[in-house]
């Protein structure tokens, strides 16, 4: 996962087991700031909006506090992720890890105690993923859970792994794939069995197109840098060769189980992973292809027709924003407020460069291999290399909980993947504060879905808005991320006059989504005047 930069990674702890309404009043803002323009685009039918890009990892108490599934049902969450990296490592067997750096280099039940399992619990096979996948459910959201593919897992929960015992060892089990072992067989101890884990899953849940069935699988997480996260898993830096050759034969074993399953990879962990999967010993031999995700892509498509059967469904990438101002990764410094809330533009703004090392490595404008704008240019490398593979972010965060500007800078960011066609995303982090705030704006109400519709507008930067059409309503979204009041007159392409207003709610420093109505607009004779308070998200639902 997060926080890394190439010269010295950052790391996540993995074990971090860790009043009164003063906004502007609609007339007041209106006063303050000069009028701009919104108008939404209703006559022209833009992209579905996957639910799924509403999405959460299942991390426990890692944050403290509540338990993220709790937060995430508060959340309205629509997909979950079982990922990180001590499922590169997690044995389903007794569900044991192998933390690597991130924990002394020790083995450990560190997803049980994540998870609060209870001690009768904590070894009984499966139990952190039924854990996970059964709090899915009870929310209605799907499933996405991690495959391991470095080699080498957990062999048991007794702590700190000297140099001398790095895998293959006592201290490790080796992964299997190709033994297709049915669900009831006796469990082997001495391996970690992956088509057993699948046939158990299927056996207990049904496929993953039945109600219960788990979604989709990923083909394990951030390969590009088990050499620094698992030293004792990975001793050799990865190639790439291996790496296809492992992750299109673990993808057919999950199509032969679960034909219905979803496949995702490479689960990249950041820019210099997408570039040259971290200048990976044999990248030359890959050069041509632009980038280690395209010639991923082309892999995959040339399996895939050779299969007879799509391999790859979902091109999969972590994305974290970065500044040479400071670390962004849940971030609560006033100071970087406004770097975060400039941070989404990189996802889907031509023409703006963020000041941070990226854009050396993805470069702006590129046409010819992976760059800036990300998604944009995401999209042109899937249809050049393997066409019809959605693309996933699996892992993405924008500051910490207690500062509006997060909740503002991440309601723009899930306002950009659903608007560029993103089919799942997963945050990483505990939904709590105004992070939780962001999810809300979108899950709570009539909620955001159907279809895009663009909006056109010419406030600048310092406002985001996207907007929804569904069978019966219209929803927008609208995001002041300057220090003044925002007002605007809001037409309607297609429908002028045609849309009542129906309700509203928000979130700025002093307001909540679940406070109730936001300031109602007010009503003109070509649409709405609508105003908002500084650093401010509103979302406007008209029928």
């Not at 082997?188 to 849940?205: E, M, T």
């Not at 010993?281 to 395209?294: K, M, N, T």
């Amino acid at each position: 996962m997060v926080g890394r930069q190439p010269a010295a990674l950052t790391r996540r702890a993995t074990l971090g087991l860790l009043s009164a309404f003063a906004a502007a009043t609609p007339a007041a803002a209106s006063t303050a700031a000069a009028r701009r323009t919104l108008r939404v685009r209703d006559d022209v039918e833009g992209r579905p909006i996957n639910p799924f890009v509403f999405g959460s990892n299942e991390i426990g108490a890692m944050d403290g506090g509540a338990l993220s599934a709790e937060l995430d049902a508060a959340a309205g969450v629509s997909f979950r992720r079982l990922g990180g990296n001590l499922m590169t490592t997690y044995d389903w067997a007794t569900n044991a890890s192998n933390a690597g750096k991130d924990w002394r280099q020790a083995n450990g039940h560190f997803l049980p105690d994540a998870l609060r399992l209870p001690a009768g619990k904590r070894a009984r096979p499966l139990a952190v993923i039924e854990t996970m996948h059964e709090a899915s459910l009870a929310m209605g959201a799907k499933s996405l859970v991690t495959l391991p593919l470095a080699g080498f897992v957990a062999a048991d929960a007794d702590g700190p792994v000297a140099p001398a015992d790095a895998a293959p060892s006592r201290r490790f089990k080796p992964v299997v794939w190709d033994r297709s072992t049915p669900a009831e067989a006796k469990i082997d101890p001495a391996v970690c069995d992956v088509s057993q884990l699948l046939a158990r899953i299927v056996a207990k849940y049904g496929a993953a197109g039945s109600a219960r069935g788990v979604h989709a699988y990923s083909l394990d997480n951030e390969p590009g840098l088990w050499r620094e996260t698992h030293p004792l898993v990975v001793r050799r830096k990865p190639t790439i060769q291996r790496l296809i050759k492992r992750s299109i034969a673990a993808a057919k074993v999950v199509k032969a189980i679960d034909p219905a399953a979803l496949v995702f990879g490479p689960a990249s962990w950041g820019a210099s992973e997408f570039a040259t999967f971290q200048n990976a010993p044999d990248w030359s031999r890959y050069a041509d292809h632009g980038s280690f995700l395209a010639a991923y892509l082309d892999a995959f498509r040339i399996a895939s027709d050779k299969a007879g059967m799509r391999l790859l469904d979902a091109l999969d990438i972590h994305w974290y924003p970065f500044s040479r101002r400071g670390d962004l990764l849940r971030t609560e410094d006033p100071a970087l407020a406004q770097t975060l809330l400039d941070a989404p533009r990189s996802l889907s703004e031509g023409g703006f460069v963020e000041d941070s090392w990226v854009p050396d490595v993805l470069r702006p404008g590129d046409r010819e291999k992976l760059g800036l704008p990300l998604l944009p240019s995401l999209r042109a490398t899937v249809e050049r290399w393997y066409p019809g593979t959605e693309i996933a972010i699996t892992e993405f965060n924008f500051g910490g909980a207690g500062q509006v500007a997060s909740g503002l800078a991440l309601a723009d960011a899930l306002g950009r993947f659903a608007a560029e066609g993103v089919a799942s995303a997963c945050h990483w982090g505990s939904l709590a504060g105004f992070v939780g705030e962001a999810y809300r704006l979108y899950r709570s109400g009539a909620g955001f879905g159907g279809r895009i519709a663009a909006v056109e507008t010419d406030a600048g930067p310092g406002v985001t808005a996207y907007a929804a059409r569904g069978e019966r309503r219209l929803v927008l979204v609208v995001i002041n991320k300057s220090e003044a009041p925002a007002a605007f007159d809001l037409a309607f392409a297609g429908a002028a006059g045609g849309y009542g207003f129906a309700s509203g709610a928000g979130f700025d420093a002093t307001r909540r989504v679940a406070d109730g109505a936001a300031e109602a607009p007010e009503r003109t004779p070509n649409g709405f005047r609508l105003a908002l308070p500084p650093r401010a998200a509103r979302r406007y639902e008209f029928g």
